[in-house]
């Protein structure tokens, strides 16, 4: 449930949580935002010039101050080539509710609908939105403030410091949390706050802030002016990690997702990237004909569940911006059907609905062709993934690499050397195909041997996973269900191949340790039994049709979640994974790529610290 706004008679908002207002008024709230938060922090001109800017809000409420921000930044000339904004909020408000507190601003109407478009599902924890071709990142903490702030990560340049007054909200005004809030400053951070209460001052002060009186905001005479000056060394970045770099060149080997994520990503903020792939773009397991995307459901919505679903965001939103509805992808929802229908969902999980809803006991009521199954005696348990759909990955590297302007050197990485500070890649014959400061391996199955002329290696754990799969043209009659569907074996009914044509596709095996490429009759065989066990009709309607096999490696880690980031800076600085997705690639990727870039860079993480920590590559790596 989204926190209800009332709407006073002159058109303020107010909170009746905490019984106060969101402005004193309603042209207060723009003129707060332009003079105390903004030029509080000496905005547009500290950050003129630079690669990257980063603010911190405390307290989102009706995003205003984060408009007017990315509004100042679209019409500076000169403004830095990446924004990012964090901010904390417990209660976040309804999408409808933040595009009534705008509709008096017409300049920033456009700005609004965009951020009202991406404000849903945002349950407890970290969301990344991402604005302007992801150089405007805004990074939602959901929950209590100082909690929240504490899970957070990276530096910040601004701080604006709003919120209730402290007699209505004192958990936003602690001591405590004015600390956590330091802590994530570099010395000589600009705070703003329209704050004037004495606790506040002296909370400020003893968090290492020189304040100044200036000139306030009407009705405000005054406001305060901080600026991080701590009489003793600022310890940034408490959590393990490499130190901030410059962009410089990044060899990325493999063109798959994972590396057109990589190349994509890294594009953005500055670095030259060499990207050597040994086929051709997306021929791995990226050049599976279709792919399904939804998040992943468990009793205790674990790492996996929360990884899935905040990548399952950031591909949607990559989708939608870079790709052709209906032609590349579609986000027609998916249903996932459960043979286990003995309490494995988290049954109280709050506000599930937002991502996935219990479909009814049976799938009856919904669609004739989704009740084969269920009429025949069989019991599921279906969910409904509101959020979900198909794509062609292939068309999603192809679009990443496009964007990033890069294109893929067609050569196999034999082995890997170090030499003065530097990544090379050699062939088979020892000759250099490339060198960068940065080698990322986005090369799956490849990724392990690759290592390994290093002299590092990943512990026991990863797995090839053959998959075959099936797809043919939809003929008129095919009994076929309205939306995707899986659970045991999967159908996507009805998408557009690369020629144009309308296709199903089902499958798909999974055959451990196996690493041949050619289609196997049994497989096929398999495939079509467990269809025929998930929507009895459709496989009998597609038995005997004209069907295309494919086959691909998926390659996974034993706790099923993804290789991501440094592998160990002492001893291999600057090797980095993107790897082992398994069977969730569209989903775990671009996310991946962010969080690779967020490390690089020391910007916010697009997720919680411990979800980051629990997908690092370095975790698998033997301590020595
Ligand atoms: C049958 C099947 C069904 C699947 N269904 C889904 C699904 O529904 N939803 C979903 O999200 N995911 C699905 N997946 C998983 C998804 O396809 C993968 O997770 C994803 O494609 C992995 O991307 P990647 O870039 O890591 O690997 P890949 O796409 O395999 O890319 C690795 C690239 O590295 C290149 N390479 C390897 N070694 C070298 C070298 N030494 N030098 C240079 N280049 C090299 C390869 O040629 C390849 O292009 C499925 C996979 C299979 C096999």
């Keep these: 449930m989204a926190e209800p706004v009332v709407w006073l008679d002159d058109g303020t908002p107010a909170s009746p949580h905490f019984k106060d207002c969101y402005r004193s008024s309603v042209q207060q709230g723009r003129l707060q935002a332009e003079q105390v938060f903004l030029a509080g922090c000496g905005l547009p001109a500290a950050w003129q010039g630079q690669p990257q800017w980063r603010i911190l809000e405390n307290g989102f409420g009706l995003g205003l101050n984060f408009l007017v921000s990315w509004q100042c930044w679209r019409t500076d000339p000169q403004r830095p080539t990446l924004l990012h904004y964090a901010a904390t909020e417990a209660y976040p408000v309804s999408a409808s509710e933040l595009l009534h507190a705008c509709r008096v601003y017409n300049d920033l109407l456009p700005l609004a609908l965009e951020l009202a478009r991406q404000f849903e599902g945002l349950l407890p924890g970290v969301h990344r939105l991402a604005f302007d071709g992801g150089r405007v990142l805004l990074t939602l903490l959901i929950g209590p403030a100082e909690r929240m702030l504490r899970t957070l990560d990276g530096s910040f340049d601004s701080v604006y410091l709003d919120g209730f007054a402290p007699d209505r909200n004192p958990q936003m005004w602690e001591p405590a949390l004015l600390q956590t809030i330091a802590r994530r400053c570099r010395r000589g951070t600009q705070l703003a706050t329209p704050m004037l209460a004495q606790g506040v001052i002296d909370g400020l002060r003893q968090s290492g802030f020189e304040l100044h009186k200036a000139d306030g905001a009407a009705p405000k005479a005054d406001q305060f002016i901080a600026s991080y000056q701590p009489a003793w060394q600022p310890r940034l970045s408490p959590r393990s990690r490499p130190a901030a770099r410059a962009p410089g060149s990044a060899l990325v080997i493999g063109a798959g997702l994972a590396g057109a994520a990589v190349a994509a990503s890294l594009t953005r903020r500055g670095w030259q990237i060499s990207l050597l792939e040994a086929e051709r773009p997306s021929a791995g397991a990226s050049g599976l004909p279709v792919g399904l995307l939804s998040a992943h459901v468990s009793p205790d919505d674990g790492l996996l569940s929360r990884w899935s679903r905040a990548g399952l965001r950031i591909t949607l939103a990559q989708a939608e911006r870079l790709l ?174 690369e020629n144009g044509h309308t296709c199903w596709q089902f499958g798909a095996s999974f055959d451990r340790d196996q690493t041949d490429l050619q289609p196997r009759p049994q497989s096929h065989a398999d495939n ?40 160990d800076e002492s001893r291999w600085p600057g090797l980095w994974l993107s790897t082992a997705y398994g069977s969730r690639g569209l989903a775990g990727t671009s996310l991946a790529a962010e969080l690779i870039a967020a490390w690089l860079h020391e910007e916010p993480l697009p997720v919680e610290g411990r979800l980051a920590l629990a997908v690092s590559a370095g975790r698998q790596i033997p301590r020595s």
């Design 324 to 497: 052709e509805a209906q032609n590349h992808y579609s986000a027609c929802g998916v249903l996932q059907r459960r043979f286990d229908a003995t309490g494995a969902l988290p049954r109280d999980w709050p506000k599930a609905g937002q991502y996935w809803s219990r479909a009814a006991g049976t799938v009856a009521g919904l669609e004739p062709t989704l009740s084969q199954g269920a009429s025949d005696g069989a019991t599921f348990e279906s969910i409904w993934h509101a959020r979900g759909g198909w794509i062609r990955p292939s068309a999603l590297v192809s679009a990443w690499l496009s964007e990033a302007g890069v294109c893929a050197q067609t050569a196999k990485v034999d082995r890997l050397l170090r030499q003065d500070g530097q990544w090379l890649a050699l062939d088979a014959t020892g000759a250099e195909l490339a060198r960068g400061d940065l080698v990322v391996l986005a090369n799956a199955t490849d990724c392990a041997r690759l290592l390994a002329t290093v002299g590092a290696h990943i512990e026991a754990g990863g797995q090839i996973l053959r998959g075959q799969v099936c797809w043919g043209e939809v003929q008129p009659g095919d009994l076929l269900p309205p939306v995707p569907v899986n659970g045991h074996g999967h159908l996507v009914p009805s998408f557009r191949n």
């Design 528 to 567: 079509l039994s467990k269809l025929a066990q998930l929507l009895p009709h459709t496989a009998q309607s597609l038995t005997g049709r004209q069907a295309q096999p494919w086959v691909g490696l998926r390659y996974a880690y034993k706790d099923h979640l993804p290789l991501i980031g440094p592998l």
